[in-house]
């Protein structure tokens, strides 16, 4: 029925408004992609606007597609809204939350996260999928739309796949996923210029950084399972740190044998950004959302705390047996 009622609307709606969370990923950019190469594929309209900037090595991706950065003074479009790679409205940020949960028409959300909020119409939440691409290759099945999958859509679904999925080595990755591929290959798709557009497009100061974060900064529990990592203002100042250079950061933990928990702690002006990742019986989700306000998947999850690195941190510490 919900797919039924989507097909209707792709159809009969001209001018489609793309939104995907706070801190865009490459999971949220693939799915903002590959749902704005479908419009083109339609003939349809569509602005993709994001609630903050995309970090620099993700921009390249957006080559060619029409978007912007949210501004609550603008007047959208209002015929249908996508909300791609979230489950509440508070995942875009607090200056288009109300946007987003009073948008006077029909929202549709495509998306993975656990416990979606019921904030759109139609809803298409596979919490066991590996990525919001893949949520949205099955629902072009499902609505018989795959013979519309060109190159450029295949782009932001690989994209997505490969960084949600930690290049296909996660528990999320199936049989499905590899199907997935197949298809995407098919178009002519040179995945392997995505991975190096991902992968290999350190600056110096990011690998340096990265190299003082294990040198000097990690903290291991050895009894607990759980290493630490915190970067303070000053340090990221030090290296002249750019969105997105510690992305990827905290897995690092989670390399180190016998460690099951990483946490990295990112100090920013409004306080201070955590990133949990975890394997085998060990999950972060619940714990994120009780003590730090935030949320995500069993294994990676985040969350926001006001206080100084120091605060924080030592906050982190006291809980470490929740964890
Ligand atoms: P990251 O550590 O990469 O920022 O986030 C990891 C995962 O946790 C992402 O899949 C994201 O959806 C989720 N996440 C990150 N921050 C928050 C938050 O503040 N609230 C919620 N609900 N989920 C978050
Ligand atoms: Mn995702």
């Known amino acids: ?108 959300m495509l998306d993975h996260h656990p416990d979606p909020a019921a904030f759109c119409e139609l809803m298409i939440s596979d919490t066991a999928a590996c990525s919001t691409t ?83 900064k990690l903290e291991l529990f050895a009894d607990k399972r759980i290493g630490l990592i915190s970067l303070s203002k000053e340090e990221l100042k030090r290296f002249a740190y750019q969105k997105g250079d510690t992305e990827g950061l905290v897995n690092v933990v989670l390399s180190i044998e016998g460690y099951e928990v990483g946490v990295f702690l990112l100090e920013t002006d409004e306080g201070v950004k955590l990133s949990f990742r975890s394997k085998g019986g060990r999950y972060v989700n619940a714990f994120a959302q009780k003590y730090f306000a935030g949320g995500g998947h069993q294994y990676a999850a985040g969350g926001f705390s006001s206080g100084t690195l120091t605060e924080v941190l030592q906050e982190l510490k006291n809980l470490l047996d929740q964890l």
């Open 134 to 216: 893949e949520v949205i290759f099955k629902t072009l099945e499902k609505l018989d739309l795959v013979h519309l999958l060109n190159e450029p859509m295949a782009k932001g679904l690989y994209l997505g796949l490969v960084t949600d999925t930690g290049s296909f080595r996660f528990p999320s990755v199936s049989a499905y996923t590899h199907q997935m591929v197949v298809a995407l290959l098919q178009t002519g798709l040179q995945h392997f210029l995505i991975h190096e557009a991902v992968y290999d497009v350190n600056s110096v100061t990011r690998l340096q950084l990265r190299g003082y974060a294990i040198a000097e």
């Open 1 to 108: 029925m919900t797919y039924t009622n989507l097909l209707a609307q792709l159809k009969s709606q001209d001018n489609w408004l793309i939104t995907t969370h706070k801190g865009p990923d490459g999971d949220a950019i693939g799915s903002v992609v590959a749902w704005g190469a479908l419009a083109q594929q339609l003939g349809k309209k569509y602005l993709i606007v994001f609630p903050d900037q995309p970090a620099a090595y993700l921009c390249p991706f957006l080559n060619g597609y029409n978007w912007e950065v949210f501004s609550p003074e603008k007047h959208y479009p209002q015929n249908i809204l996508f909300a791609l790679d979230y489950n509440a409205p508070g995942r875009v940020g607090e200056h288009m939350s109300a946007f987003v949960a009073d948008f006077p028409a029909t929202k549709v």
